[in-house]
């Protein structure tokens, strides 16, 4: 179950508008590896997770506070979005600037979301859930949940770079911070699970079947194998002239 | 920012398995007017609302309880799913019902999601954030609450007659009284916003041109026109002989 | 079964052309409030209405008008596409003008759609049938009809402000006159099914399990309560030393 | 313009019920060369054409056909989808005929749609519009129409034999009459616009860049080449020990 | 079983860097007719070949070429994404060119891609798998094939026009002579199919039921027809008076 | 370039048919961790890796094998979809192991492939390229893939639980090995990265600005805080009186 209270977790504003950034801020929100996708990945590990304790207060935990980044991220597009060029003429005054931002931003944010942040990437397509995995195996899940912090804190740290507005650049830094403690977390969770004798590597430990193969099959494609690629494939040849070529 | 506690908002129990309707509460989970588009639906219109104050307040609060409600049909989904028959060997033993369980069920229950609950509709198809709806419209969005609470009661209630389990009766009947005072509250609001002048209908109040029709257009196909369907287009007639067709 | 003619229901031309604003006006042809939203919408309520007469009709017809609204989009979008700069150095000399068209126009309209108008929403991403509900209950769908000829306006109203064309506005001002009328008619049709007895709200009337919850229950967290959110969870104290945070 | 007649194209009727066929006829409502996809294909292929005349009336009075292609199917799945076994307690009854159809039927006909069609293919996912091309290149869109026939009839033809109802038999025969007669009038405007002078194979045929290379090019990887693949890389070999692999 | 050597099938680099264009080239990789569909298609057509011989080899030949393209627009894509302008800082500068350039290219690029290719088309939708078709009919999905090729070579000639830089344009020489020797191949397959008395058209040839209506049946909607549209159904002129519309 | 044998990289041949199955493979084919989304996701990181040499090899070569999983996983469901159940009629006869087939399976196989692997998930859904990161940070990458393995060898390790065929089984031991020992390699891959001193955790390594935050903010909602979350929020009080509740 959960509460909400009204302060974002961390508050910051824009100096100034920017409605291209506004569009860039949205991979991070509902893009593949944005806000939504480790939010929901992290409660949907935890609500599956059979065995209760620690590892499913910290996956509901965590899972919560990264619905306070949703939050974060939703509200500061919507303060981005404001004062944008909405029509070509405003964008036609001999201004590259005003054209720039009228080209590069997302002209959904204002018809469809009339000005407030969408659920989807930085090109408008939305989120889906086929973005988040809980597998039931807390190894295989945790080693992704890695994977989210560092492709999520790679994404920030690029965008870090594509501004100059000082608020902006304050909510970016406090994500890539919470995106550092994380990884580092969900690493040091994947090593409590061995210590706890809960799961190893490789992925799934308990599959013992004595029969696997223990070692990589000889290559059936050999270096100098006759059996090879031709761009024109026999039937081809038959079928084509050389003038239809 | 989001808190949560361990408890869900209502406790309740299946009687035992039934991994076929585990697949299908997976409808009103992450369906098209499942549990996951209202909360998302009311955050998102929290977030995106200008104006400070109760209409904001009252979105995050309910987007915020619906936040609860996935979690209950998620813990509830997954403990349905115990005890499925998981191979056409153990559905074949003369058993119809034994066979209805594994033709009914969903797959990817077992081999994605290990027994827990995935964030799909009835048929797997992931649930995506097109479902949701924050134009920045208090009015229009108010009408989409109202139709989504509708939509959703009227889901539960089938699924309530999909099931002769006790526990999962408990957690239905509590839904749909959580479904029923939303339609009324959305409905209320929708009241409240033109007693505020904030808008009335229809949408939106504010588009004053003066030159809009304010007619309907005459027809311009009326009854006995000439101009009508053939099924055997001209061309088609040129360019077939009676044979080919 | 269906017959068209070549005139179109309202016939307007743009003064020149502008492919920025084809690709925005493709947001109320193939986005999720659109016209092929709204006309699919009521074909399949009619098809799907088990009740023949006026109901069943009714949909039908408007679905159909509809379809002709699809029809007048896709034509401006198709006249609107004429001329585009197409290359960047088309785009280069000078004149921010033609950068902003060539930043803000859609590639896909001259690679794909050969100049013509694409089932997408302003971003390009396909209109699917997801978009579109036909549920069985009438009063659930009438609501959700009102919402999408409210969407539909509110689009349709900030696209007027986002062009100086006169001839485009001139079929804008044709498309809020029909949603301001269909938005009435919906609720009007609302009035009329509690008036033939049909159904209520809250939707649907027809479940009468005297077990249902007819409050609120208890909120299970109450304000005071100590088992709240912090946001660094238990276990992640155990496993991080204060640097790697 | 369209209008709307009350009578289906051709009138049929199931002998009787059955859910798990009406899910397998929805590949030929809402799947990728179903009767949504030949409808909205054509039409917008026409609307997209900027020759008037009989091509552009060609595919808007075939697309208005098909829309009642679609009415017709959405209705018979309608007829199909009465008195299924919605629990699995009535599946349960030792009747394997009975947990055939539950297990082979889709379960949002019934939550979802309330017994009516969807607009969705044999599995459940949304019809989408990228299933649709409008090339503004007749040639090759009439080679796709071709195409889209094909494949239509293939699956009409296969779903004759998935069933013995007499009625669903009549109304798939006159799917394929109709399919018959569309194959061989694409094939026939093939070669009318050859005889026109529009268009020729390949396309296109306007290309004429004196550049473009008229002959296959040599292949870069021929018999004997010993760059070839071997299914431990280098770099695995180095990385991992025997016991590792 | 596939190899992979380091060559590029055709080696081109591009002069100098072009983000929009890099974008513009995203269709033919990734978009609906691009190299991944042809790839994918032909390989799985070749799998799901029950004949073995000839045609399964020639699919999976040619599937395997197509491999090879991915890879080379991917290259390109790569070369052309260098040095682009990232921030609104950057294009700011009074100069209209790098304004088109920001607005005009795909900022998933940079946040998500890092600099290379995505698997998108020009608007940053991913590919997706139901662009294929394997339908077991090898007339029918050769038809396909040659659509594919026309669509793929019209989109490539489109392209051609929309940029001035000489290795690009070298480039994409290559790929329109492959598109049109398998335009001409998939062609001549399909005389080959009839010769060796494999299929015939219509598709599917083999489906006798001696009942197949031959006639187009009789239009039910005749001219003069009195049953027609009227822009304001019976309903909607009871339910609402003349100021409401 | 790529080059293919018509051997498959292991041959393994079913002791019957198995439809039910046959559905529940395509999740290790065309499912978010199949066997597509590897070879995919390896070809673009090798494609877009800027770096020549040993890392880029890697990824190509190991991403080329994958194409041959695929492969040899498509071939595998196209043997066990002979002889299936197509109609209700033959899954009738009293025998509930038909009945589950007949239940269980994809009818998409038969109406839309022939018979033949889909490019889809156990549920029908097409694979999409989003499943798939190329992010041009190896670090990260590396990371997902380590994931990509353990999620694919989990998957297999379920299924090879859910079949007695003697011969499936000997295919899904292969799968398991070589998910083995890519596991291993992409974990020594990230070791290597470290010892090259290409990248560290947490990524993004060069990500130096001095203002990180360095620790984890106070959390802004301690406990015993009184903002908390009451399910009938004030305004819904206001607007509700008991009975609607």
Chains 1, 2, 3, 4, 5, 6 share one sequence.
Not at 129 to 141: C, H, K, R, W, Y
């Amino acid at each position: 179950m959960f509460g909400h209270v009204k302060d974002l977790q961390f508050e910051a504003k824009p100096d100034g508008p920017d409605a291209a950034f506004a569009r860039r801020l949205q991979e991070i929100l509902g893009g593949k590896w944005g806000e939504m996708t480790v939010a929901n990945q992290y409660l949907y590990q935890g609500w599956n997770c059979r065995l209760p304790g620690k590892y499913k207060d910290l996956l509901l935990d965590v899972g919560t506070e990264e619905m306070g980044h949703v939050e974060m991220i939703a509200t500061m597009i919507t303060r981005l979005l404001e004062n944008a060029p909405l029509s070509l003429q405003e964008a036609a005054d001999d201004n590259p600037m005003v054209a720039a931002i009228y080209g590069g931003s997302n002209p959904a944010h204002f018809i469809h979301g009339g000005g407030g942040a969408l659920p989807t990437d930085s090109n408008g397509v939305p989120w889906n859930a086929a973005f988040i995995t809980a597998s039931g195996n807390l190894m295989a899940d945790f080693h992704l949940n890695v994977t989210a912090e560092a492709q999520g804190r790679l994404q920030v740290a690029r965008l870090f770079n594509m501004t100059d507005d000082p608020g902006v650049k304050q909510m970016l830094r406090f994500l890539l911070a919470r995106d550092t403690m994380h990884q580092n977390m969900w690493m040091a969770a994947i090593e409590q699970l061995k210590q706890d004798g809960l799961e190893e590597m490789p992925v799934p430990d308990a599959f013992t079947d004595s029969k696997e193969f223990t070692h990589a099959p000889e290559p059936v494609l050999a270096p100098g194998d006759p059996r090879l690629y031709d761009t024109t494939p026999d039937l081809a040849d038959d079928l084509l002239d050389d003038d239809a070529m």
